[in-house]
Structures are given as C-alpha cells and as structure tokens.
C-alpha cells in the first residue's frame, strides 16, 4: 500500500475516532447532599445523676396522743384538709364536759364577786365600809376574773385535742406508707403516714462544686431518662456545698408530672461559659485513622478535602477547627467515594422520616 493510501485511511480513522468521541455523553456528576457551616454559641455540659422528688413529702405526724380508730390505706389519694387517721377522742370529750362546767361555776362565781363590788362601792360613798373591806372585794372579783379566764383557756385546750383527734392532710397527695396501724397507742408527736404531692415534683441532683458558677436560677436544662428528654427550669441552686462530697444541690422546675417520684434522670448542667464556635453537622466530619477531614463543595460544584480538628458535640453538630467559613457548602450524603477535584451535582436533603419508611 502506498504511502499516499496510509496517510488517508489514519484520516479516516481519525476523523472516526473524533465523531465516536463527540457523539459520547459527558461523565455523570455523583449526587450528593450538603448541609452548610455555621457559627453558633456553645456550652459544654455534663450529665450529673439526679431524681425526680415531690416539693411535698412529709410524714404526718399527731400532736395529740391516743388510740388509733381508723387510718387511711396506702394508695389512698386526699385532698388538702381531709382525713388521713383518727384517734380514740372519748377522753378529752368528757374533759371537755367537766371543763364546761368549771367555766360555768367561775362565770357564777365572777358574776356575784362583781355584784358585790359593786354594793361595796355604793356603801364606800356613805363611808360605812371601811377601805380593807373594799379592797378584799375587788380582790375576790379579779381572782374570779382570772379562775373564769383560766377555766375558758382549759376549754379551748380540750376542744382543740378534740378537733386535733382527727389527723388531716396538710396539702393534697397520696398516702405512700403507714407507720402505725388501727388499734396501737399513738404517743405526741409520733408519725401516722407519709403523705406525698404527686403533683408537684421536680428533679434533684448533686453537681460538684466546679459548677456551681456556671448553673443559675431560671436557666433551661434539660432532663433524661432512659432516651426521654424534657426541658426544666433551674428553679434554685442551694448555695450550700457539702464539705464531705464537695457538691452542691439544684432543683429544676418540670413542665408537667410526668415521672414517678423516685425515678432516676440525668439532668445536663452547663461545664463552662457560653462562647461562640464554628460547628459543621455531624454526618459531614470524616474520622481517620490520623487525620479528620470535610468535603467542601466550591463554586464549580466540585469537592475539595479541608483537615479540620474535631471538639466538642453539640447536639447534631460538632465544633471544629479548620480553614471553614460560614456558609460553606459541605457533603453530608453521597461522599463515601468522592475523591477531591471530583465534579457533583447537589439535590434536596432525603426527609429522615421518608428515607425510614420508603415506600
């Protein structure tokens, strides 16, 4: 074959080639997610063990002694001024029977010391009385003042043992436990039942005292218990520190009675001052073995690799440090494979609910 024929069939082919290659569609892009950097102000926390305790606990106790009549069962639900036990009041009734008689007397006795002040007054005028006889009368008549006084006072007493011989519930709950049953002897003073709020509770929790500076009244925290998380409100921090576990106490307000009392929660309490930080979501930070690095997506929608070092979790984001700025468009989904210069195409983030439940 000729020289000539050579050189036209390379042509041929070239120009073969070249259609093929023009004809060929472009590389596709890989589809990836992106979430963007932000700038946000971050707390560290720690999760101190606490639990949920009523405002309200008490163990009712008796301020008169007496047999026990009746006491409520354990279970038993009260409203504030209702009955929780009673106390064999057949004693301090008859006392106050005898008593009431007294009263009676001494307010006769009064009445007929003052009458006859009152003779002795009027013949004090004619001076036929001497001054001694009139003074002894004004003395029997305040001795018959103070016997009635005191004779009413010892009344009083015996109908409030009385009134007190039923022992009633100094605020609503559910009685919880009883320490003595119907028919002992209850002694001043001694414990019937204890009676808990239910309604009223909060969590309590112990910190060190390193914290202390950083937990203040009215501050939002949060609360778990076994992966269920509420919001509180630091209602008090007890400026108090135990010198034996070195702690202090702080109380957190709930929204609603949702946990027994007794349950044991987590609450996280603040470890430092609040200061800003650049944070990236969590699902764009790749972790090596020697170094953590993001995927940037830039302006021509390819990806280029930023080392970045990691800190602290906040939440659905991690703090970072590295040459990102706000706003930086970075792989979320879609980089598992992606190599740095690669060329991408951006789709709508999958709604997590969607992409739990396909269908």
Known sequence: MSALARGSLALVAAGMLGAAAAAAPPAERAVVEVATVSVRP????????????????????????????????????????EAIARIDDTVPRLRLEDLRAQVARARAQHEVNSAQLERFNRLAATQALSASQLDDARAQREMSNDDLARAEAQLRQAQYEIDQSVIRAPFPGVVTERFIQMGEYLQTGAATARLVNTADTEARATAALELAANVHAGQSVTIR???????????????????????????????????????????????????????????????????????????????????????????????????????????????????????????????????????
């Open 42 to 81: 971050v707390t560290l926390v720690s999760w101190i063990p606490g639990s949920i305790v009523s405002r309200a606990d008490a163990r009712i106790a008796s301020v008169v002694a007496g047999r026990v009549v009746w006491i409520a069962d354990v279970g038993t639900r009260v409203r504030q001024g």
């Open 225 to 359: 218990d076994h992966g269920v998380e509420k919001t509180g409100t630091v209602r008090t921090v007890v400026p108090v520190g135990d010198d034996r576990s070195r702690q202090f106490e702080v109380r957190i307000a709930l929204k609603s009675a949702e946990w027994l009392v007794g349950t044991p929660v987590e609450v996280n309490l603040p470890m430092s001052s609040e200061r800003t930080a650049v944070t990236v979501p969590r699902d764009a930070l790749v972790i090596r073995e020697n170094h953590s690095y993001v995927l940037r997506v830039t302006r021509a929608n390819t990806v280029e690799q930023l080392d970045v070092t990691p800190g602290e979790g906040i939440a659905d984001a991690v703090e970072v440090r590295g040459a990102l700025a706000p706003g930086d468009r970075l792989v979320v989904r879609g980089g598992e494979r992606l190599a740095a210069g690669q060329a991408v195409r951006i789709i709508a983030p999958t709604p997590r609910s969607a992409a739990a439940h396909p269908g």
